[in-house]
């Protein structure tokens, strides 16, 4: 069983920063492919980025560039560094680590980007 704990969101100006973070419990953290996905309302939960336990990252088109996502294995915790926030990054973003085959997700954090 893995146990995923997000924190860090919150309301920020367009143009502004952000820097969530996901702690996870569990035996063999470093083992995890983690990523974060978010929904905004009325839409279908997409990806924005995942990392290997290799350290290989993925992102979305959308957030190419401005967003970074970065793990640290010793604190069991992945993190996803926003910048640039644009209107469009409002939503609900979800913490997601795939452990042994199985899927788990924390319960979200709020990310309103004000224009």
């Known amino acids: 069983q893995v146990h995923l704990v997000e924190s860090g969101g919150g309301l920020v100006q367009a143009g502004g920063s952000l820097r969530l973070s996901c702690v996870a419990s569990?035996?063999?953290?470093?083992?995890?492919?983690m990523g974060w996905y978010r929904q905004a309302p009325g839409k279908q939960r997409e990806l924005v980025a995942t990392?290997?336990?290799?350290?290989?990252?993925n992102y979305a088109d959308s957030v190419k560039g401005r967003f970074t996502i970065t793990r640290d294995n010793a604190k069991n915790t992945v993190y996803l560094q926003m910048n640039n926030l644009q209107s469009e990054d409002t939503a609900v973003y979800y913490c997601?680590?795939?452990?042994?085959?199985?899927?788990?997700w924390g319960q979200g954090t709020q990310v309103t980007v004000s224009s």
């Open positions: 997601h680590s795939l452990a042994y085959g199985y899927d788990y």
């Open positions: 990392i290997t336990s290799g350290g290989s990252t």
């Open positions: 569990g035996r063999i953290f470093s083992n995890y492919r």
